[in-house]
């Protein structure tokens, strides 16, 4: 279904507008016969109403004018905040054949906006912004081409500074460039609520695993003493560790089976977990991680 606007006629800057009580009827109940309306209560002493406020003016302009939003000062004009029933503000109505048909009060992110639009407007308004920095630094990352998911990731930050999926991928970034002091500050930024978001889980296992990064000439004399005595697990963990610090993950994964295979729960299963923190960094779909698996739970129930 077609709902773009005329907008040579419309003008970008007619697709957000200040309402008052007079002008509703005509901005609101009117205008919403030939398309969606947005009606976005506020007030100046509303903090969260500033968070959000910004956020839904982008998204309605990326709309290129299929949707405009009226702001409406509930300080100036309350008789519409009492018509509505509104209890908290932010508050937000979208209006269709002038009446209001769907609505959300609070603070919520771009994504949630975005869908709540095309949701009630029968239609697609593209990506946004945030969303096409997402997919080129997926892409990017997926391509091994570290310089771009940077940038790409960098600039996703700068238009949405608390996205928490945006600062995981940049850690990521900065671990495999040997940054990891950047890595662990960045982290530490992500709220303790979405610490079980699971592009921060593996980003965290991911510094975990380079702290633990050693270079060849540390890891020799580790493989010799193991090999001169198998059974000397500690060195052998250590051996495991530096390998898959160095993202030698097939070697130093066999050396985290062995350990079980000679003492399954050897200090307290830290084999096992430092195998998942591993399975976490090459993700659940990767072959390492499904051969792994497979050889964990032949050790485990066998």
């Known amino acids: 279904m077609d709902m773009q606007l005329d907008t040579a006629a419309t003008g970008g800057s007619n697709w957000v507008t200040d309402g008052t009580s007079e002008s509703f009827n005509k901005d609101v109940v009117q205008a919403s016969s030939e398309h969606l ?159 079980d978001n699971a592009n921060v889980s593996a980003a965290v296992a991911a510094l975990s695993l380079a702290l633990n990064a050693a270079d060849d000439g540390e890891l020799a004399p580790l493989m010799q003493q193991v090999e001169a005595n198998p059974d000397d697990l500690d060195t052998r963990f250590e051996l495991a560790k530096g390998l898959i610090g160095n993202e030698k993950y097939e070697e130093g994964g066999a050396q985290l089976i062995e350990i079980i295979k000679r003492e399954r729960e050897w200090n307290e299963n830290a084999a096992r977990e430092e195998l998942l923190k591993m399975f976490e960094v090459l993700g659940q779909m990767h072959d390492l991680t499904k051969d792994f698996r497979r050889q964990l739970s032949s050790v485990l129930f066998k």
């Open 37 to 195: 309306v947005i009606v976005d209560l506020w007030a100046p002493w509303c903090g969260p109403c500033k968070q959000l406020g910004p956020t839904l003016e982008k998204v309605v302009n990326s709309a290129g004018g299929a949707v405009t939003m009226v702001k409406i000062d509930i300080d100036q004009n309350p008789q519409i905040a009492q018509a509505l029933r509104v209890q908290s503000i932010p508050a937000v109505f979208a209006f269709k054949n002038g009446q209001p048909v769907d609505g959300f009060m609070g603070v919520v992110p771009e994504s949630q906006i975005k869908e709540f639009i095309e949701k009630n407007m029968d239609g697609s308004i593209g990506p946004s912004p945030v969303e096409e920095a997402m997919a080129t630094g997926l892409k990017a990352l997926e391509a091994d081409n570290i310089e771009v998911a940077l940038t790409a990731f960098a600039e996703l930050l700068e238009i949405d500074p608390e996205n928490v999926d945006a600062k995981a991928h940049l850690a990521r970034i900065y671990i495999k460039l040997g940054e990891t002091d950047a890595a662990q500050a960045l982290l530490e930024e992500v709220q303790e609520e979405h610490k």
